[in-house]
């Protein structure tokens, strides 16, 4: 089995959709169009034709391009149940525990409750990723809008169980105001403060800095590193108020 071909696209003033390629079954899937044309441009230029969208959230800077690129490509879309009559465009509903299919790679449903009340992410154990929305941000986490510290502390002991090589395919280009942030919470963190002046550089050089990975997460994310769900809390709120 091919590994699958995962192309970010740079849309609006800092979000990032995934372009997903199985080159077995020429399966192309969509996650998260915030809009529809640079997507759709993307696809055409590797001859890559989208026959799936999955949204993590209903959010309108994740399913803002859906209509347009089912209407261009007849793509099936795939969503939270919980979500449903939040995304008028789903035609498939889905939540934690549920598997769905790119070509032969299978990817697992997990609730990550939180930032929105139905958010879920797709983790593809075989293929060492997972996307997940706004649930997790490199050295960072989705604001609150409609859940509680404690859902998100869940939210980051299950992504803690997986292996430092998973890729974390967020979002969000968040990365530099979150490791400054982060310093703040971790002044005598080493590992962060060397992540810190790298991502200052490559944002320097006009160069994205995700996906990330679960292990450089859990030496500098504080939301992961959190000890508890009120420690959580508490950070989430400095951040907000930052």
């Given amino acids: ?6 192309v970010r696209i740079p849309v609006l003033s800092d979000n990032y959709v995934w372009l997903v390629h199985d080159p077995d079954s ?16 993307a696809a055409a230029e590797r001859g890559w034709t989208i026959t799936d969208i999955w949204n993590t959230h ?12 089912k209407e261009a490509t007849g793509c099936t879309i795939t969503g939270p149940a919980a979500e449903y009559s939040r995304i008028p465009t789903l035609d ?6 549920d598997r769905v299919q790119l070509g032969e790679h299978v990817a697992d449903v997990w609730d990550v409750p939180a930032h929105t009340a139905g958010h879920i992410a797709y983790h593809f154990a075989s293929d060492a990723a997972i996307f997940v929305g706004d ?18 502390f869940a939210n980051m002991q299950k992504l803690g169980t997986l292996d430092d090589a998973t890729r974390v395919y967020c979002a969000h ?26 991502v200052e550089s490559a944002r320097a050089a006009g160069e994205a800095t995700v ?15 959190a000890p508890s769900a009120a420690e959580l809390g508490r950070i989430r709120a400095l951040k907000d108020a930052a």
């Fill in 1 to 6: 089995m091919a590994a699958l071909d995962i």
């Fill in 92 to 97: 498939v509903q889905v939540k934690g525990g």
């Fill in 135 to 152: 649930t997790m941000f490199a050295m960072g986490c989705g604001r609150l809008f409609e859940g509680t510290a404690e859902q998100m």
């Fill in 58 to 69: 209903w959010h309108p800077d994740h399913t803002g391009g859906n209509a347009a690129i």
């Fill in 26 to 41: 020429k399966a192309t899937m969509v996650v998260d169009p915030a809009v529809a044309e640079p997507v759709l441009a």
């Fill in 173 to 198: 280009e968040y990365t530099l105001s979150n490791a400054r942030f982060a310093v703040t919470v971790e002044p005598e963190n080493a590992a962060l403060a060397k992540r810190l002046a790298a």
């Fill in 211 to 225: 996906p990330t990975s679960i292990g450089e997460e859990r030496a500098t994310n504080p939301f992961l590193r």
